[in-house]
């Protein structure tokens, strides 16, 4: 209300989206939408059923260090189009596919 009418009027959107739900959901359609969302709480899942699972010290750590990635990669989704930098998701999907084996290897020695 303080501000002169052009000022506001100069605004433009930006040319990309804010967040990783609506990039998914406005370039790919809500079939997509609900594969990512049904396939980013099946990744939680398992960290967290790892976790639940783990009977030593060291597979219960790469449990938590696993749903500690999930958790960090996906907060930041929620404001910025991080799934849009390939880099990110690769290394997202190695470490939490090796923490996850790790938690597992470690388990079948006990």
């Known amino acids: 209300e303080d501000r002169p009418a052009e000022a506001v009027l100069d605004a433009r959107a930006a040319p990309f989206p804010h967040s990783n739900l609506l990039w998914i959901a406005a370039e790919l ?9 049904a396939a980013n709480i099946y990744i939680f899942l398992m960290c967290y059923r790892a976790f639940v699972r783990a009977k030593s010290g060291e597979a219960r750590a790469a449990a938590v260090g696993a749903l500690a990635l999930v958790v960090v990669y996906s907060i930041p ?10 880099d990110l998701n690769l290394y997202f999907f190695f470490m939490t596919g090796l ?9 079948s020695q006990v």
């Open 29 to 37: 359609g809500l079939f997509a939408f609900a594969l990512y969302v």
């Open 77 to 86: 989704g929620l404001t910025l189009a991080s799934g849009a930098y390939s």
């Open 99 to 107: 923490l996850l084996n790790i938690s597992q290897s470690r388990d």
